[in-house]
């Protein structure tokens, strides 16, 4: 079921002639941006060329080529990072578009229509479309599922005053763990790749370090800090992932049934929040969107 912002989906309905115009307007604007976006990074790396070149009689060619090093190493994939961050969001509203449906998110009084695509709200004739909602993909709630008594010494002290009682996961809140098991446990083949380039050009980097040492060693540094950081990336999505399937196994979550958060839910395992108020926890949504929710797990 997809929810958005802790409701459910209601299904699709045609865009009004001001919404689609509020689209079009929008695309317009989410292609200026790429385009804007495409030239900043060749841009950061020439300027930092040229600074390079005109600081070099104070630092010294040395630190002239680190400096342009730098540039090459942050300014372009960072360009190259952020011009597809918009040409992605073009090309959603695009589809948006081309499909002229909002999907209606409804429950009680409150309703919200975003486009499926992009995921932004619609937010009324004439009124840009700047907000991106959290949609996705998740199990429906349990409902009113039996739940059985923890004992005292299975709850952390700090959670006493919540009391706290366990129901068994459904089959299709299982098969979502398992899903999310799997993404975070997908083989960083591109990260092995870049690593096995990056080893290479650090031993000929070691081999020219006589003519510039100092330059030489900054890439080295460059290239072992940025890989140590992905590969720790990586440890943690295994970790969280072993945690999960902890979860999975167990195949019950916690409930608290006193206090401020009465009716939140918890996997005992891994510690993350599983719904709340009877609606999917973020994490969720994001993590069926393809976001990268584990990160700061």
Excluded: N
């Excluded at 229509?113 to 992009?118: F, I, K, M, N, R």
């Excluded at 952390?156 to 005053?161: A, G, I, S, V, Y």
């Amino acid at each position: 079921m997809r929810y958005c912002e802790g409701l459910p989906s209601q299904g699709t309905r045609p865009f009004t002639p001001g919404e689609r115009e509020d689209v079009m307007g929008a695309l317009r604007r989410a292609w200026g941006r790429f385009a804007l976006r495409l030239a900043a990074g060749p841009v950061a790396v020439a300027s930092g060329i040229a600074v390079a070149a005109s600081v070099e009689p104070w630092i010294g060619p040395a630190g002239a080529a680190a400096l342009v090093i730098l540039s090459l190493l942050l300014a372009l994939p960072a360009g190259v990072l952020w011009a597809r961050d918009a040409f992605g969001a073009a090309r959603a509203l695009s589809v948006d578009l081309g499909r002229g449906e909002a999907e209606v998110f409804a429950a009680g009084a409150r309703t919200i229509a975003v486009l499926p695509a992009s995921a932004l709200v619609l937010a009324g004739r004439g009124r840009p479309l700047e907000r991106r909602a959290l949609v996705g993909d998740a199990a429906p709630p349990a409902g009113d599922a039996p739940g059985w008594a923890i004992p005292l010494s299975e709850i952390p002290e700090r959670l006493h005053h919540l009391a706290w009682e366990r129901r068994a996961l459904a089959a299709a809140e299982r098969e979502e763990i398992e899903r999310r098991i799997t993404d975070l446990r997908r083989p960083p083949i591109l990260l092995a790749a870049l690593t096995a380039l990056a080893a290479g050009g650090v031993l000929a980097t070691v081999e020219q370090a006589e003519r510039s040492p100092a330059a030489a060693a900054f890439r080295v540094v460059a290239w072992v800090a940025l890989l140590a950081l992905s590969w720790r990336r990586v440890w943690k999505a295994r970790s969280l992932g072993a945690r999960l399937e902890a979860d999975a196994r167990d195949g019950w979550v916690a409930r608290a049934t006193r206090g401020e958060a009465a009716g939140a839910e918890v996997l005992p395992a891994s510690g993350l929040p599983w719904s709340e108020a009877g609606a999917p926890s973020p994490w969720r949504l994001a993590a069926s969107a393809g976001r990268r929710w584990w990160r700061t797990r």
